[in-house]
């Protein structure tokens, strides 16, 4: 995938390496009177602060409420991007957010990873399903990276916790002692959150 940005080009409006439309926080690429949003813009990385394009209808949307409302005379800015997204293959949920550990590599950070297997619910509740998360972390400062999931169903929403505590520049540390629900139709006595980010809070 590839940002359309041809008209912006041939327009004289500013296009970055990775090929989107440079904007800042309020959606203005520069040129007067012109603003920009969604799949052909460049945003910035919440972890690294590099441009990225990442082309998911979350962004769009309130690129596009934000844009408008500054167009109009408001202000508004951008936060940022995670990268957050999942979806569904053959009853496998499968779900990211933040860094991969070659990404945080490439980014200059000295990451640590460490995947846990787990269950959905608890493990002797019907409907159980096997699942995987990956949790990588910053060695020394234990701030969290990145993480992905993959699962049975009630697996991949899970990511949006970790995504918060993303968003927020929580620890693992931090988020392996978080007031998480519990039942068993819905989750172990230890969450699979608590459980990854215990797990690399103790690896770190």
């Known amino acids: 995938m590839r940002p359309n940005s041809e008209l912006a080009r041939a327009a004289d409006i500013g296009v970055g390496k990775t090929g989107?439309?440079?904007?800042?926080?309020?959606?203005?690429?520069?040129t007067p009177h012109v603003?920009?949003?969604?799949?052909?813009?460049?945003s910035r990385h919440r972890?690294?602060?590099?441009?990225?394009?990442?082309?998911?209808?979350?962004?769009?949307?309130?690129?596009?409420?934000?844009?408008g409302?500054?167009?109009?005379?408001?202000?508004?800015?951008?936060?940022?991007?995670?990268?957050?997204?999942i979806t569904?293959?053959?009853?496998?949920?499968i779900a990211c957010t933040g860094l991969t550990e070659r990404e945080a590599g490439a980014a200059g950070f000295d990451a640590v990873g460490v995947v846990t297997e787990t269950?959905?619910?608890?493990?002797?509740?019907?409907?159980?399903?096997?699942?995987?998360?990956?949790?990588?972390?910053?060695?020394?400062?234990?701030?969290?990276?990145?993480?992905?999931?993959?699962?049975?169903?009630?697996a991949g929403k899970r990511i949006d916790v970790l995504a918060t505590a993303l968003w927020n520049n929580m620890t693992v540390a931090e988020i392996g002692g978080m007031d998480l629900s519990y039942a068993p139709p819905f989750s172990p006595v230890w969450d699979p959150v608590l459980l990854a980010a215990g797990k690399a809070a103790s690896r770190i």
């Not at 989107?20 to 520069?30: A, C, E, Q, S």
């Not at 409302?69 to 997204?85: K, P, R, S």
Request: hydrophobic fraction near 40%; proline fraction near 3%.
């Open 20 to 30: 989107g439309i440079i904007v800042d926080d309020r959606l203005h690429t520069g």
């Open 35 to 42: 603003w920009a949003a969604g799949d052909c813009v460049e």
């Open 47 to 67: 972890i690294t602060g590099w441009p990225v394009v990442i082309a998911l209808g979350t962004h769009a949307n309130k690129q596009g409420r934000i844009a």
């Open 69 to 85: 409302t500054n167009i109009a005379g408001g202000q508004a800015a951008f936060g940022g991007v995670l990268g957050t997204a």
């Open 88 to 93: 569904r293959f053959q009853g496998v949920e």
């Open 119 to 154: 269950s959905s619910k608890a493990q002797y509740f019907p409907g159980a399903q096997p699942m995987k998360i990956k949790v990588l972390a910053e060695r020394g400062t234990g701030r969290l990276l990145g993480a992905q999931i993959v699962g049975g169903e009630g």
